[in-house]
């Protein structure tokens, strides 16, 4: 048995700013505050595609949280520190907000009497530019001694599960960082793009056979389209391999940086009825550099709406594809 931590700290404020076209932050943890909400037996959201905008819901997350135990603090410095953000500016067009990320945590192994910790720094801003534009950035740096079983993963991968690269600390530990940010831009209540740097989850469980959240952050472009009951989503993105050198026998990489692929998904969801709901996902995965026979990005890939099965075998791409189905449906004594 393994007692994980002992204490943990947090000053992640993300309230009382009337966001527009930010996310809904990714983790089970933090949309079980609102899932009663989004899979009501009367809602039609699309919901496998995350994270979910918050402008695609007609209904206001924050107040929602809000109402979920927060306290109205008379005192500045307590409002500061539980129920708002650290700096507020707003304007005729325009609010930000930002704050620190503080989360500090220790514990013990039992099995063998280690000692555990997290100690993470941080911020966080965001924000909205007219009626149309959101920007949201986030920065976190991280050391951590883990329990044994996490330490055998990392030291055999170099990565930490849903993190990253993972650095050696003081030589029980380990150093990570952590960066998020995009810029979000409405054009219509039919399309939204969205540029930024940070990852996605397709389904609507804790795991996912289609696409993943347990990964390190990467740039994408996300173009999504809604109308009737449908919604298309379109992702292009730049992933990187760091074990693919050594793997290969290559020991000194790092002038030529980590091997990049990169990734172009569609995914189209059709809500066929309230308690219904069909999603179809197709998507392929090519490397770009230190490949042979591989020259650059391949333009056809930019496609949004042809068939990439074609497409990859037409121009004699050795990338993976991957197909998949996914199936929503309430059950009438489902809860959230």
Do not use: C
Not at 45 to 64: E, G, M
Not at 105 to 128: A, C, H, P, Q, Y
Not at 263 to 289: D, G, P, Q
Not at 300 to 313: A, Q, S
């Amino acid at each position: 048995m393994r007692f994980f931590y002992f204490l943990f700290f947090f000053f992640f404020l993300i309230l009382n700013l009337k966001a527009q076209h930010t996310n809904l932050l990714l983790g089970n943890s933090y949309s079980a505050n609102f899932n009663n909400i989004i899979y009501d037996d009367d809602s039609n959201y699309h919901t496998s595609f995350k994270p979910i905008i918050k402008s695609d819901l007609n209904f206001d997350i924050d107040s929602v949280i809000d109402s979920q135990g927060k306290k109205d603090f008379s005192n500045w410095y307590l409002r500061k520190l539980f129920s708002e953000h650290l700096i507020i500016l707003e304007g005729e067009d325009y609010n930000l907000a930002a704050s620190p990320i503080i989360n500090l945590s220790i514990g013990k192994e039992l099995n063998d009497g280690k000692n555990t910790f997290t100690n993470t720094r941080g911020f966080v801003i965001e924000g909205n530019l007219g009626k149309k534009i959101s920007f949201f950035s986030s920065f976190l740096e991280n050391q951590s001694v883990f329990p044994n079983y996490l330490n055998e993963f990392i030291l055999k991968n170099r990565v930490i599960p849903g993190q990253g690269y993972a650095r050696p600390f003081k030589g029980t530990g380990f150093d990570y960082a952590m960066s998020s940010g995009y810029v979000s831009y409405r054009v219509n209540k039919i399309f939204a793009v969205q540029f930024g740097h940070g990852k996605h989850f397709i389904g609507d469980g804790y795991r996912s056979l289609l696409l993943s959240d347990n990964t390190f952050n990467y740039p994408y472009l996300r173009i999504q389209t809604s109308f009737w009951k449908v919604k298309y989503t379109n992702l292009y993105a730049e992933l990187q391999d760091i074990n693919y050198f050594s793997g290969n026998g290559i020991d000194n990489y790092d002038y030529m940086g980590y091997a990049k692929k990169y990734i172009s998904s569609h995914y189209l969801s059709i809500n066929a009825t309230k308690k219904l709901s069909i999603s179809l996902f197709e998507s392929v995965v090519w490397r770009t550099n230190h490949a042979p026979g591989v020259n650059g990005f391949d333009v056809n890939y930019l496609n949004p709406i042809v068939m990439l099965r074609p497409v990859e075998y037409s121009v004699g791409s050795s990338g993976n594809v991957l197909v998949g189905l996914n199936l929503k449906y309430k059950l009438p004594f489902s809860s959230y």
